[in-house]
């Protein structure tokens, strides 16, 4: 079996101007969307089902994983990992023995985690320098981050970022995504949403308006 190649790309890491360069960050480059009609036809190449046949079970997957996951379940699925709801209160929370607390609830959004085994096939792989790689300023303002945001949710039709997703979008470091989402909460450009170990954040009001 072939070996998988990942290209990628050296970005500096941001910094404010009074302190030093502190060097670079791989990040992928020149990634691809694999979609859901390519991915039927890999699946039907090696089954005895028709793309179309394989696009029907996806989208009963797609029926059966909303209707668990709005009844409260956790979903496995063997060899891909495991999907748990989220949930957010539309108000502060206060007091425990609140009784109305159940009105200001809703699902906000659902957790992947991926399942150890598929982690596991993504470890052989080569990596290979990019021939083209992108002209990034080295730190975006906190404007253009959040009409990045904006357009990449108008996009792709989500409807809330978190750090991966941010760090995605704009290349910069775990780091600085961690301190760069604080700054745009702090600064009622975006509300964070979810749990403290996985938060998730949408933009604010003001800004949609925009």
């Known amino acids: 079996m072939a070996t998988s190649i990942i290209t990628f790309d050296l970005r500096k890491i941001p910094h404010r101007p009074d302190i030093p360069f502190q060097g670079y960050y791989p990040v992928v480059a020149n990634s691809q969307l694999c979609t859901t009609d390519q991915i039927c036809q890999k699946i039907s190449a090696s089954s005895t ?7 029907g079970v996806l989208e009963a997957l797609s029926g059966i994983l909303s209707d668990r996951l709005s009844a409260g379940d956790r979903v496995h699925l063997e060899g891909i990992g495991y999907f748990t709801p989220e949930l957010k209160s539309e108000r502060a929370i206060t007091d425990a023995e ?10 906000s959004g659902v957790r992947f985690l991926p399942q150890k085994r598929l982690v596991n096939t993504l470890r052989d792989v080569a990596f290979r320098r990019t021939a083209h790689p992108l002209n990034q300023n080295l730190l975006w303002s906190d404007d253009q981050v959040v009409e990045r945001m904006r357009r990449c ?31 745009l909460v702090a600064d009622g450009r975006l509300l964070r949403h979810g749990a403290a170990q996985f938060p998730y954040y949408t933009i604010a009001d003001g800004d949609e308006a925009q």
């Open 49 to 55: 089902m028709s793309p179309a046949d394989v696009k």
């Open 98 to 107: 609140d009784k109305l607390v159940a009105r200001s609830l809703k699902l």
């Open 153 to 183: 949710m108008t996009e792709t039709d989500i409807s809330f970022f978190n750090r991966r997703q941010l760090q995605t979008v704009t290349g910069f470091s775990r780091t600085y995504c961690i301190t760069l989402l604080k700054r």
